[in-house]
């Protein structure tokens, strides 16, 4: 092991970010504003705060500073599971066999299995506040869910969490983690609003869509008295608050003089992968390093790779703001996959201007092949992967098999989001060789790409 | 928040433990030997050899050296998941509104959930060393079971885990991450073994027991080539792999001058209390401190509380040596409850021996009490505890309660042993209010005494 660097680092109290790092401050193409359905007019704070905290709306409309501090109240329940560790990945770089040195920042550590506690906290200290009484939100796979409830319990909110009627069906333990925590699971689509109701009318079978809880919990929010809706990824906000992953690898890389090559994320709505990349990206932005950041997606769900950068709803239900993005179509129906967090049509709008600027990378990886990297992972790392971090490991790994082809040195960080604990059912498919990649073909995305809106601003068509 | 002392403490590389702590070179009376059921006789070093490593019969036998060092080679898959946090509960002490100052060491951290891989570390270690090409196990709540198939996996060695039927049809995931680190799970009672052909002859209905899986494993290691049973607490040594934990806690605390007033951990076999007290006790038994040690059990399964002290077996097929203990006879049935990692009708030797000569006090706590406890720890310390772990919880919460009506500034040490991850359906009991306490009656306990065996040794009866 190298001398002088800890296998595992954990940065001291003292040293734990004080600020959020904007990356947008830093951006000399911001990208295009959030454009209201109705009036076809950029949103306004107003429009915005209606929907959202207003702190968090301030965040979202900030694009010059580039420090943003966290509040104290936020680094307390910060300190309850973060540091996170930064580790190096020593024992698969012997099994690979590789001249790389691979590390990885762990965000699992923490009872909602992952890196969306840093959000959660965030908005629900806002919440509070505020002097809000609720909060509302959607799950899918649950980690959101999980981590928006244990940070509602931490701060004394009221929390309503439409879980899609499937996955609470397919994950009866995630939603009991959520109810433990004090939390109200409704199933979507439900009886509490007219969106539920209209589609029950409809698909009375139905089994219920992201789409769909995300409109129901947004109406839940809009007619329930000092209550505000909560999103866990793909806003500028969410991205925000998800930068204290890259700001503690920032500190902790430098202490010990290591200097990344290559930076890797798995991406779904692109907030972890924003977060964690940012501070990295300002520097390099302004010509200070030249790191290499790359996106990693699903083959079943390629929205970097293979979509539009487009306006678009970011739900299927066409009820929020239109976000300029690469995507697949708020109608995009992915294919069934095992990575619930990445099953997503769109991408962060800040991820989608950097990738659009080629800044990023982005590589689709397929299932079959996560699964594999994920278990080789687990054996020798000791760290049973969630699916969607597991994208990450591939493509990290695909990268050290690289280096020893060419023998090149290179340091790989990854961000490693979240465990497997409550996803063992995909992991039984693979073990039992009965697993697919399920990739759409082009008639499957050109069907989603149908559903991209005609979208006027000021006039032109855009 | 305390000046100079970090709300979590890690302790670095070089801190970390290079011995463990043999408490038993500090006891005055040493616990009685193993007795062969067949001679009568104390176990000899080969008796013990045939089914153990040879490693760990030695130092199962040894009760003189205080310090044996951690071999490099388990210290650096100990890096992997360790150190682990000692952990300053703030949150809990405000919630509680208490003078005492509690600290709890967690050990949950890892994918197998729990302080398990601390041993089963070592003993993948040793049967490697030894050039065994295989181990056995048995696992009922699961832990165990995961912790092996890692560490078996890190080391590159066969694993065959019997695994309760009951256990294995309630806790698919559970068995799903085991097969996932390339173990063979078999359920028990099974058709790979007489011990369980015997047992499915007469109940073909049977859901198994933890007795049965023992007999199962240890058969099956013995007509296997280079192969040995492993067994995950109450013998001395995976006692002695546990004062990892201790060992931690005791450099912590010397570090930043914190003296515990009391140590609480739960306790079923008692290799992680026993792990957990170990250095300080050691310090007890030489008059340097004057610490209480709590042991904590389920009123459900009471063995120090209710049990007697005589010799028993450790299995309930009445396979395994006789050892002296704190027992509910070996044919106990404790009622169902939700703590499987304390439903042992015995308790390690050394924890009995210190129990009997008035080292340690023990306290038998109620299951939805214990519930109440975890559910308000994970809501203000943001950790969802294993029920076992929370039954050192409860008694530390009972404590820190007291010292709020006496106003002691008492400093409480707990051990948090695990995650309840996979104990989401005992949640969602107590979640629905029909979760029962489930205590034995005195006829109940009589039944089981009866199974005590009668035990000459030497020719007296004892």
Same mark, same amino acid.
């Given at each position: 092991?190298?001398?002088?660097?800890?296998?595992?680092?954990?940065?001291s109290? &003292? /040293?734990?970010?004080?600020?959020?790092y904007n990356?947008k401050?830093?951006m000399?193409?911001? #990208?295009?504003?959030?454009i209201?359905? =109705?009036t076809?007019?950029?949103?306004?704070?107003?429009?915005?705060k209606s929907v959202?905290?207003d702190e968090?709306?301030?965040?979202?409309?900030?694009d010059?500073?580039?420090?943003?501090?966290?509040?104290?109240?936020?680094?307390?329940?910060?300190k309850m599971?973060?540091p996170?560790?930064?580790?190096?990945a020593?024992?698969?770089?012997?099994?690979?066999?590789t001249p790389?040195?691979?590390?990885?920042?762990f965000? %699992?550590?923490?009872?909602s299995?992952?890196?969306k506690?840093?959000s959660?906290?965030?908005?629900?200290?806002?919440?509070?506040k505020?002097?809000?009484k609720?909060?509302?939100t959607?799950t899918? =796979?649950?980690?959101?869910g999980?981590?928006?409830?244990m940070a509602?319990?931490?701060?004394?909110?009221?929390?309503d *969490?439409?879980?899609?009627?499937?996955?609470?069906?397919?994950k009866? #333990?995630?939603?009991?983690v959520?109810?433990t925590?004090?939390?109200? $699971?409704i199933t979507?689509p439900?009886?509490?609003t007219?969106?539920?109701r209209?589609?029950?009318?409809?698909?009375?079978?139905?089994g %219920?869509?992201?789409?769909?809880?995300?409109?129901?919990?947004?109406?839940k929010?809009?007619?329930t008295?000092?209550c505000?809706?909560?999103?866990?990824?793909?806003?500028?906000? *969410?991205?925000?608050?998800q930068?204290?992953?890259?700001?503690?690898?920032?500190?902790?890389?430098?202490?010990? %003089?290591?200097?990344?090559d290559?930076i890797?994320g798995c991406?779904?709505g692109?907030s972890?992968?924003g977060?964690?990349i940012?501070?990295?990206?300002?520097e390099r932005?302004?010509g200070?390093?030249?790191?290499?950041? *790359?996106?990693?997606?699903?083959?079943s769900?390629?929205?970097l790779?293979r979509?539009k950068?487009?306006?678009d709803?970011?739900?299927?239900?066409?009820?929020?703001?239109? =976000?300029?993005?690469?995507?697949?179509?708020?109608?995009f129906?992915?294919?069934?996959n095992?990575?619930?967090?990445?099953r997503?049509?769109?991408m962060?709008p800040?991820?989608?201007?950097?990738f659009?600027?080629?800044?990023?990378?982005?590589?689709?990886? &397929?299932?079959?092949s $996560?699964?594999?990297?994920?278990?080789?992972?687990?054996?020798?790392?000791?760290?049973?992967p969630a699916? &969607?971090?597991?994208h990450?490991?591939?493509?990290?790994?695909?990268e050290?098999?690289?280096c020893?082809?060419?023998? /090149?040195?290179?340091?790989?960080?990854?961000?490693?989001t979240g465990?497997?604990?409550?996803?063992?059912s995909?992991?039984?498919k693979?073990?039992?060789? *009965?697993?697919?990649d399920n990739i759409?073909?082009?008639?499957?995305l050109?069907?989603?790409?149908?559903?991209i809106?005609?979208?006027?601003v000021n006039?032109s068509?855009i």
């Amino acid at each position: 092991m190298e001398k002088n660097i800890p296998y595992k680092i954990y940065l001291s109290e &003292e /040293e734990m970010p004080k600020y959020w790092y904007n990356v947008k401050a830093h951006m000399k193409s911001k #990208h295009a504003p959030f454009i209201n359905p =109705a009036t076809q007019k950029p949103c306004s704070k107003d429009d915005l705060k209606s929907v959202f905290c207003d702190e968090c709306v301030e965040q979202e409309l900030n694009d010059t500073d580039e420090l943003i501090e966290i509040p104290q109240g936020i680094r307390d329940f910060y300190k309850m599971f973060r540091p996170s560790p930064l580790v190096r990945a020593y024992f698969l770089e012997k099994l690979l066999d590789t001249p790389a040195r691979i590390y990885y920042k762990f965000e %699992g550590n923490n009872t909602s299995g992952s890196h969306k506690l840093n959000s959660a906290a965030a908005q629900a200290y806002y919440a509070k506040k505020q002097g809000l009484k609720s909060i509302t939100t959607e799950t899918g =796979a649950g980690q959101w869910g999980t981590a928006l409830a244990m940070a509602a319990a931490f701060y004394g909110l009221n929390l309503d *969490v439409y879980m899609v009627k499937v996955s609470a069906m397919q994950k009866p #333990h995630r939603r009991e983690v959520i109810r433990t925590y004090g939390a109200n $699971v409704i199933t979507s689509p439900s009886e509490t609003t007219n969106a539920g109701r209209k589609i029950l009318a409809e698909f009375p079978e139905t089994g %219920g869509s992201l789409g769909c809880a995300i409109s129901e919990a947004v109406e839940k929010a809009s007619v329930t008295p000092s209550c505000r809706y909560v999103l866990g990824s793909v806003l500028d906000h *969410v991205l925000l608050h998800q930068t204290v992953i890259g700001q503690e690898c920032k500190t902790a890389m430098d202490k010990y %003089g290591i200097t990344p090559d290559v930076i890797i994320g798995c991406c779904g709505g692109g907030s972890n992968f924003g977060g964690l990349i940012a501070p990295f990206m300002g520097e390099r932005l302004e010509g200070k390093n030249s790191v290499e950041f *790359v996106g990693v997606e699903p083959a079943s769900c390629p929205s970097l790779t293979r979509g539009k950068f487009a306006y678009d709803f970011c739900d299927a239900a066409k009820t929020t703001p239109l =976000a300029k993005m690469y995507t697949l179509g708020c109608g995009f129906m992915p294919s069934p996959n095992h990575a619930g967090g990445l099953r997503y049509h769109g991408m962060s709008p800040i991820v989608s201007q950097l990738f659009h600027d080629g800044c990023i990378k982005a590589v689709a990886v &397929e299932q079959k092949s $996560v699964f594999e990297a994920a278990v080789m992972f687990a054996k020798c790392e000791g760290i049973l992967p969630a699916p &969607e971090s597991s994208h990450a490991i591939r493509a990290a790994v695909d990268e050290a098999l690289k280096c020893r082809e060419t023998g /090149e040195k290179k340091t790989i960080l990854f961000g490693l989001t979240g465990t497997g604990y409550f996803d063992m059912s995909a992991y039984q498919k693979y073990n039992d060789g *009965v697993m697919g990649d399920n990739i759409p073909s082009e008639a499957d995305l050109q069907k989603g790409f149908e559903t991209i809106p005609k979208c006027k601003v000021n006039g032109s068509e855009i």
